[in-house]
């Protein structure tokens, strides 16, 4: 199993709707994890980090954590056409300064 | 504001010559920085690890005298690019753990690089 695995769609969505995402991870990179968007030839920025089981809201988006099924989601309520950018999911280990493990990403779409 | 910042934005070199990027982080100390490299609509692969005052750490398959890291202090780490060719034209990002509580990486702008 690849470390940080993620559907790289694309994700179509109409404005409005809820966009989710998803991504699953080895135990290597199990301890925190970041949603980042990138826009076309920029720079990723951090949406949202999650460490504990359970939902982390802020905004319009909410983090899902599962340690169980090493499962993370991202989920965008009222998605707008300027959440259209790739998501990327990350996972980072427990010793040290590590680094992040990213996955493909998923791009997603908000059709206006 | 931004707390880590990439140098150049972009550049343009001819094969067989060399560029360097900086990272720096601004406003606090880095014993690591990361460097990440992403050719168009793929994710972002780690190619090494910069460690303040000593060798770096890079990745299977990256050459290390091709890609030559220094990180000389604790706010700056540089990427030189040697005998750059075509294939390396990418975009290069870096990235510095905050040394703060908390587990934030902070990323910089990014770099690109095209090889002509």
């Known amino acids: 199993q690849k470390e940080v695995e993620q559907n790289s769609g694309p994700l179509s969505v109409p404005e409005g709707a809820i966009a989710s995402l998803n991504c699953t991870y080895s135990d290597r990179v199990s301890q925190s994890f970041f949603w980042y968007r990138q826009y076309s030839g920029k720079s990723p920025e951090l949406i949202m980090s999650?460490?504990?089981?359970g939902d982390k809201e802020d905004g319009r988006f909410t983090a899902q954590l599962n340690k169980a099924s090493q499962y993370v989601s991202l989920l965008i309520r009222d998605s707008q056409p300027s959440d259209s950018a790739t998501y990327l999911c990350a996972g980072r280990g427990l010793a040290g300064n590590t680094p992040l493990v990213f996955g493909k990403g998923t791009r997603l779409s908000v059709i206006a | 504001g931004a707390v880590v910042s990439q140098h150049p934005s972009w550049v343009i070199c001819k094969s067989g010559t060399s560029v360097k990027i900086e990272c720096r982080s601004l406003d606090f100390q880095a014993t690591t920085m990361f460097w990440y490299r992403q050719f168009p609509k793929q994710s972002l692969m780690l190619m090494a690890t910069?460690?303040?005052?000593?060798?770096?750490?890079?990745e299977q398959g990256v050459e290390k005298d091709k890609f030559l890291i220094n990180h000389a202090s604790l706010t700056l780490s540089t990427l030189t690019v040697t005998s750059a060719h075509p294939e390396d034209s990418s975009f290069y990002i870096c990235s510095v753990p905050w040394a703060g509580a908390g587990n934030t990486i902070y990323f910089g702008e990014g770099s690109w690089l095209t090889v002509v």
């Open positions: 999650i460490y504990s089981n």
């Open positions: 910069s460690n303040e005052g000593s060798k770096a750490t890079y």
